[in-house]
């Protein structure tokens, strides 16, 4: 990542810690409040997380009842863990978590439910089913659509041929998986389809995509197709691909769908196609305000995706105000 990049991440990651202090931390503020709600989110660093939080505290903005209490487990499991188990000892009247890996945070949300605390998960499940709702989108679905989309950049079914690069988001996530298995759904009945790569994980980050992309182009006279489980991989696959002049014999689809971001890289050329992966922040907050006012939620609210692509990613621009 550049370091122009990394400063405005940084730039931006303490303007929502700053932010989430000012719904957290003044006590008199929240003597006004009804429902203490905590979020524990993953990290604040990604892209897409930093909207996570940015879509989560504006929505908390709307609803002066409630005191929202945000937490950062710096991309760690363990922290993550003690995070949750603080909110869990002040007694948060819900709490919403958004979890690194989907086992490494089970127990510790059981002891949540244990303690009679509503829980909402977001984005990433757990390997329980007694939290009272699941927010997120389906990435079975997301997958899937990237798959036929790939195939069909690959000259259509029945006639698909190439070789495609995969890198995994994290191998402890069902998110991962779940692109995975929807994406191999369709090319997997492509003969001429052959997978370049077994399981390469590039943890959700650019850097680490950028290596493994690396690795692959000095072992790789040929690739087709590189499907990244987010934009940020599938834009550092095409920054490796572009250090060493292949970028424009390969198309790069990622999932996320960010304006400011993977539909700025695919309106310029650098990602074929990103599919939309809306942040459930917003949406998660409403239905826990909605659960401690007394009324029914549903056990799932699936989120809508949409396929990006350069015919398209320019009015999305315009409608975001880009």
């Given at each position: 990542?550049?370091?122009?990049?990394m400063?405005?991440?940084?730039?931006?990651?303490?303007?929502?810690?700053?932010?989430?202090?000012?719904?957290?931390?003044?006590?008199?503020?929240?003597?006004d409040?009804?429902?203490?709600?905590?979020?524990?989110?993953?990290?604040?660093?990604?892209?897409w997380?930093?909207?996570?939080?940015?879509?989560?505290i504006?929505?908390?903005?709307?609803?002066?009842?409630?005191?929202?209490?945000?937490?950062?487990?710096?991309?760690?499991?363990?922290?993550?863990?003690?995070?949750?188990?603080?909110?869990?000892?002040?007694?948060?009247?819900?709490?919403?978590?958004?979890?690194?890996?989907?086992?490494?945070?089970?127990?510790?949300?059981?002891?949540?439910?244990?303690?009679?605390?509503?829980?909402?998960?977001?984005?990433?499940?757990v390997?329980?089913?007694?939290?009272?709702?699941?927010?997120?989108?389906?990435?079975?679905?997301?997958?899937?659509?990237?798959?036929?989309?790939?195939?069909?950049?690959?000259?259509?079914?029945?006639?698909?041929?190439?070789?495609?690069?995969?890198?995994?988001?994290?191998?402890?996530?069902?998110?991962?998986?779940?692109?995975?298995?929807?994406?191999?759904?369709?090319?997997?009945?492509e003969?001429?389809?052959?997978?370049?790569?077994?399981?390469?994980?590039?943890?959700w980050?650019?850097?680490q995509?950028?290596?493994?992309?690396?690795?692959?182009?000095?072992?790789?006279?040929?690739?087709?197709?590189?499907?990244?489980?987010?934009?940020?991989?599938?834009?550092?696959?095409?920054?490796?691909?572009?250090?060493?002049?292949?970028?424009?014999?390969?198309?790069?689809?990622?999932?996320?769908?960010?304006?400011?971001?993977?539909?700025?890289?695919?309106?310029?050329?650098?990602?074929?196609?990103?599919?939309?992966?809306?942040?459930p922040?917003?949406?998660?907050?409403?239905?826990?305000?909605?659960?401690?006012?007394?009324?029914?939620?549903?056990?799932?609210?699936?989120?809508?995706?949409?396929?990006?692509?350069?015919?398209?990613?320019?009015?999305?621009?315009?409608?975001?105000?880009?």
């Open positions: 990542m550049k370091r122009r990049d400063l405005k991440l940084a730039t931006f990651a303490a303007a929502l810690l700053t932010t989430t202090a000012l719904f957290s931390s003044n006590h008199a503020f929240a003597q409040k009804k429902w203490k709600i905590g979020f524990s989110q993953v990290t604040t660093i990604e892209p997380r930093a909207q996570f939080n940015k879509d989560i504006a929505e908390a903005a709307k609803h002066p009842e409630v005191e929202l209490i945000i937490t950062d487990g710096e991309d760690k499991t363990e922290k993550q863990v003690a995070d949750v188990e603080n909110l869990i000892r002040q007694e948060v009247d819900a709490l919403l978590v958004s979890p690194k890996e989907s086992a490494g945070l089970t127990g510790v949300v059981q002891q949540a439910i244990d303690a009679k605390i509503p829980v909402f998960v977001l984005d990433r499940n390997d329980t089913k007694d939290y009272t709702q699941f927010v997120g989108g389906d990435n079975k679905l997301i997958g899937r659509a990237a798959g036929e989309y790939a195939v069909e950049l690959l000259g259509g079914k029945g006639k698909a041929a190439g070789n495609v690069v995969e890198i995994w988001g994290g191998m402890g996530t069902q998110p991962a998986h779940d692109r995975h298995d929807g994406f191999h759904e369709f090319t997997d009945k003969p001429g389809i052959k997978y370049l790569l077994d399981q390469q994980s590039g943890d980050k650019q850097d995509a950028y290596n493994i992309m690396a690795n692959a182009l000095k072992t790789n006279e040929k690739i087709d197709l590189v499907y990244g489980h987010n934009d940020p991989m599938a834009y550092g696959a095409y920054l490796a691909a572009k250090d060493v002049g292949r970028e424009k014999d390969i198309k790069f689809i990622g999932i996320d769908g960010l304006p400011n971001e993977g539909v700025q890289m695919v309106n310029k050329g650098e990602l074929t196609a990103t599919f939309t992966y809306v942040t922040g917003a949406e998660g907050l409403r239905q826990a305000i909605k659960f401690l006012n007394g009324e029914k939620v549903e056990k799932t609210i699936t989120l809508p995706t949409e396929k990006v692509t350069k015919e398209n990613a320019a009015k999305i621009l315009k409608d975001n105000g880009l």
